[in-house]
């Protein structure tokens, strides 16, 4: 299973960009897809998910309401619509797959880097003030 993610770049305060995950080598259909980011001196932290069952989205309170994740399943890729950028969001982004079948109470879970099996290579986001 490769993970190829793109979309990075440099924004100004306010403005948007769309990250891509392309999935390769299984489908991304049936498992949970997160975006993780890590800022320089920072651990990785969470950002948000798409469950594997239902497809419902889950997001960090830093970015909710301003970030969205979405599925394409004929291109296997997940997508991470950001808007209202600000300088804090800037860091290394990262998209990842969890082999784990979890719901109800467990899909907290997904919220931990640990969870996940599978790793992009990152793709920076820089946001200038």
């Known amino acids: 299973v490769q993970l190829q993610a793109s979309g990075g770049g440099l924004?100004?305060?306010g403005g948007s960009l769309r990250l891509s995950c392309a999935v390769s080598g299984r489908t991304l259909n049936s498992y949970t897809m997160g975006w993780f980011r890590?800022?320089?001196g920072k651990e990785r932290e969470f950002v948000g998910f798409s469950h594997w069952r239902n497809k419902n989205t889950y997001y960090a309170d830093s970015v909710?309401?301003?970030?969205?994740?979405?599925?394409?399943?004929?291109?296997?890729?997940?997508?991470l619509?950001?808007?209202?950028?600000?300088?804090?969001?800037t860091a290394v982004?990262?998209?990842?797959?969890s082999s784990s079948h979890?719901?109800?109470s467990a899909t907290y879970r997904y919220r931990r880097p640990e969870e996940y099996d599978y790793w992009g290579q990152g793709t920076l986001v820089t946001v200038s003030s």
């Open 11 to 13: 924004v100004q305060t």
């Open 38 to 40: 890590q800022a320089p």
């Open 102 to 104: 979890l719901i109800t």
């Open 81 to 89: 619509q950001m808007n209202g950028l600000k300088p804090e969001d």
């Open 64 to 79: 909710k309401g301003r970030f969205t994740i979405s599925r394409d399943n004929a291109k296997n890729t997940v997508y």
């Open 93 to 97: 982004y990262y998209c990842a797959q």
